[in-house]
């Protein structure tokens, strides 16, 4: 098993779905038993274990996983709590799994800063991170652990206060609730064991993460392509957003325009599109890039 990259993945849930399709990007054939806890990916050595996401950090902490993918605040929660060693390596980013640890009370309740927290009850499934914030904010209040639906916490009377991650609001806003401070940001990562590894092994994960960073690069940049007046081109290519070095080429029976094509590596948003087109671009296509490299 030394040669193979074991990686731990949320077997369900809003970690789940994203996980498998960057790996699936990355070129891994993946091909699920229902019910199955583990999967031998195609294309690549590579195992996948699917667990429950709270596992993740020790599993890949023993070096049970060499591999794993989880939300920071669940890493970090795990790591402040010392179940995983906290020398979890962090090799990416991977920019979904999005939300935020945020404090909210009820909205008539007169809790509305940080400063009315002082010797509240507050909710959360998050009680170590939430502690690591109060001491940081010099303030002394009580935790009330909950697994699932801390949103119910004040209407229960078990808490005044929830400190619970947020993605929409719509959770909160269903619940009376209103937030006023964020404890922390969170995305997916993709993090490694602390176990030394031989040289083999060190190359698979490389390969991997070349795979994955042209996953990512992706995913941030379009092509675009327009035509455009000759003597406006140069305004034109000033406003395409994270774009170096256009192709600019000549139009077949047209000597008076030319064809830009660049790969932005920023949103294109409609109103640059608009912005192009009041300078005379027409013909304005933006495409997706399956992949990237070099
Ligand atoms: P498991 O059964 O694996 O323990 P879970 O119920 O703990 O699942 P999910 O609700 O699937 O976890 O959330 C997994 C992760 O997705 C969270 O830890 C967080 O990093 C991220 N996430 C993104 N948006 C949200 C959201 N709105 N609410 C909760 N988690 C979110
Ligand atoms: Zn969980």
């Known amino acids: 098993m030394n040669n193979i990259l074991r990686i731990a993945v949320q077997k369900k849930g809003r970690l789940a779905d994203d996980s498998i399709r960057l790996l699936k990007q990355a070129g891994l054939g993946i091909f699920r038993n229902p019910g199955a806890l583990t999967c031998r990916a195609q294309g690549l050595p590579v195992e996948l274990l699917f667990v429950r996401d709270d596992d993740i950090p020790s599993l890949v902490a023993k070096g ?13 929660e795990e790591a402040l709590e010392a179940l ?9 980013a991977l920019g979904f ?5 945020k404090l909210a009370a009820p909205r008539d309740g007169g809790i509305k800063a940080i400063t009315d927290l002082a010797g509240m009850k507050i909710a959360t499934s998050y009680p170590e991170i939430l502690k690591e914030f109060l001491c940081d904010q010099d303030i002394t209040a009580e935790c009330v652990t909950l697994k699932g639906a801390v949103e119910i916490a004040p209407a229960l009377g078990l808490a005044d206060v929830i400190c619970d991650l947020v993605s929409s609001g719509a959770t909160l806003a ?4 209103v937030d006023f401070a964020t404890v922390m940001q969170s995305e997916a990562l993709l993090v490694r064991s602390p176990a030394r590894w031989n040289d083999d092994k ?3 994960l490389a390969r991997l993460l070349r795979r994955i960073d042209g996953v990512l690069a992706s995913r941030a940049t379009k092509y675009i392509m327009l035509n455009a007046p000759k003597d406006a081109i140069e305004d034109i290519t000033a406003l395409l957003p994270g774009a170096d070095a256009p192709t600019i080429m000549p139009l077949a029976g047209r000597d008076d325009q030319m064809a830009v094509h660049a790969v932005c590596r920023e949103t294109i948003f409609w109103d640059t599109l608009e912005q192009l087109e009041a300078r005379g671009a027409h013909a304005i296509l933006v495409l997706p890039i399956e992949k990237m490299m070099g």
């Open 174 to 177: 269903a619940n009376g609730l």
């Open 64 to 76: 049970v996983c060499d591999l794993g993918i989880a939300g920071e605040n669940v890493l970090r």
């Open 202 to 204: 060190e190359a698979l």
């Open 97 to 101: 799994s999005r939300c935020t640890l």
């Open 84 to 92: 995983a060693e906290t020398n979890l390596q962090t090799v990416r």
